[in-house]
């Protein structure tokens, strides 16, 4: 969260909040606010909240399914304190310890990754609980994402023909940054590493949502939301901001003209590609990298931790959940514009193979999210904002940006969003 900011006296100036977009930055800063008395409007386009982390029935599947697998680490603080505000934490389960198990499917190793609860890494100095095939030394060069430079990308600062790379740095860092190493900002790596497997096993817990991401992510901060003033609005576009002398005075929407009274507040909490519509001048990112996943209507094993890294295939995690297994391929434009057919014609293999199944392949649904997170390189890294933007150059002395594209530190995770949505919450509190 950012810096402390005195809240007592702001509390009495502002009002009320107009929240554009229901995504998890917008829910934070919603929940923030209203954890300082502050209520919020949201104003959501879609037809529920969540964007981008969300669950809906599929009637294909005839089941509930996620967009996507969204994994959390207990050292995601942002994220857990948001999960107790809304009293929304034991919806989120897992192996309850730092387990990480990994099959190669060219060789047909397996092996899980346990690391020690506390920070000494004692697990790396034991050759039977190393990623097979890894030296000692081969951890120390981790250390290499300490002085890497500002636009080293993780390849660069890494060595990519170490196994310790191939088998475990490469997997976490394209899942974590969602773009291809070679491109990848290394820093942006590291930001993550800090706050988790640097600091241990304890901050390494893998979480996920037992029923769904919405049932664990959205609708727990709804329902809390609702006592305290939350208003929200779906189906609701907003189409373009009126602005008078420096502030926001109404927004305009699909349903309608919606004032913004004095005291009162206006957060883009709308992914970039809509925000740099709505804020002249705003620059964000531009870049993007999809996601992929597949959704398997079938029942399987879920193993000792409910998910499997894979390596030498298509598929690069697997998820097993009640009645589906769901495949998440990341920094995935290279594969996005296949068909679904081709998708799951060349995934399902993989999951056989991993899962160790013997049936023909199930009933799948394909999900492909074109611009899952804008890409992680040094060039978009340059274009987030954080949450003002000067009414100078088009933003407005009221208006305060979140999402995962502000400039969190972070990369487009869950932790960056809700830590954006507290960021923009202290800046209002501080007095937009
Ligand atoms: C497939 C997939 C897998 C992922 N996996 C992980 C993971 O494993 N771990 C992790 O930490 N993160 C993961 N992420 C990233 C994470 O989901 C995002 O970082 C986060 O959800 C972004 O939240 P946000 O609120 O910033 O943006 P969004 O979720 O995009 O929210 C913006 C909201 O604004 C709404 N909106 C847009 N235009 C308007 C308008 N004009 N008026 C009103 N509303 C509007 C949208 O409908 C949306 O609801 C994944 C993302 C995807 C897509």
Redesign the pocket.
């Known amino acids: 969260m950012a810096k402390a900011v005195d809240r007592s006296a702001a509390r009495g100036s502002v009002t009320r909040a107009h929240v ?9 800063t919603a929940v923030a606010l209203a954890r300082h008395g502050v209520a919020a409007s949201l ?4 037809p529920a ?6 669950s809906y029935f599929d009637r294909g599947l005839n089941c509930r399914i ?7 680490l207990s050292g ?1 603080h942002a ?1 857990m304190t948001y999960l107790d505000t809304i009293g929304a934490r034991r919806t989120v389960g897992g192996p309850g310890v730092a387990r990480f198990p990994f099959v190669d499917l060219a060789t047909g190793e397996r092996w899980t990754i346990e690391p020690d609860p506390g920070r000494v890494p004692w697990w790396i100095f034991r050759p039977a609980r190393r990623v097979p095939g890894t030296g000692l030394r081969d951890y120390l060069t981790l250390l290499a994402l300490r002085h890497a430079g500002a636009d080293a990308t993780v390849a660069e600062a890494l060595d990519p023909t170490s196994p310790l790379y191939k088998r475990l740095l490469e997997p976490l860092a394209v ?2 940054l ?1 773009t291809p190493p070679a491109e990848a900002l290394a820093r942006l790596l590291r930001t993550v590493m800090d706050a988790t497997l640097m600091k241990g096993g304890e901050a390494c817990i893998p979480c996920l949502p037992r029923e769904g ?1 919405s049932e664990s992510f959205i609708d727990p901060a709804l329902t809390w939301l609702e006592p305290r003033g939350g208003k929200l609005l779906t189906g ?4 373009a901001l009126r602005a008078e002398d420096g502030r926001v005075v109404a927004l305009e ?1 699909t349903d309608g003209i919606m004032p913004v009274g004095a005291g009162e507040a206006v957060v883009m ?3 970039p590609w ?1 925000a740099d519509g ?1 804020v002249p001048g705003l620059v964000a990112p531009d870049a993007f990298q999809a ?3 597949l959704h398997f209507r079938l029942a399987a094993d879920p193993g000792e931790a409910g998910f499997l890294g894979v390596l030498g295939g298509t598929a690069e995690w697997i998820f097993v959940k009640p009645g589906i297994v769901s495949v ?1 391929i ?1 920094a995935a434009n290279r594969i996005v514009d296949l068909t679904a057919e081709e998708l799951a014609e060349r995934v399902w293999p993989d999951v056989r193979a991993a899962l160790r199944l013997g049936e023909a392949m199930p009933a799948v649904r394909v ?1 492909k ?1 074109r ?3 804008f890409a992680a390189t040094a060039a978009q890294e340059r274009r987030r904002p954080g949450p003002r933007w000067p009414a100078e150059t088009g933003g407005a002395r009221n208006l305060v940006l ?4 502000t400039n969190t530190g972070l990369p ?6 809700i830590r ?2 507290y960021t923009a919450a202290d800046a209002i509190l501080a007095g937009a």
């Open positions: 554009i977009g229901a995504g998890l930055a917008g829910l934070a104003y959501e386009a879609g909240a969540g964007g981008r982390c969300r996620d967009n996507g697998n969204h994994l959390l995601n994220a899942a974590a969602n991401l609701c576009r907003v189409t929407t909490a709308a992914p809509v709505l996601i992929v996943n998440t990341s999900v999210e611009r899952a997170t979140a999402g995962d594209w487009a995770t869950i932790e960056g969003a954006s949505g």
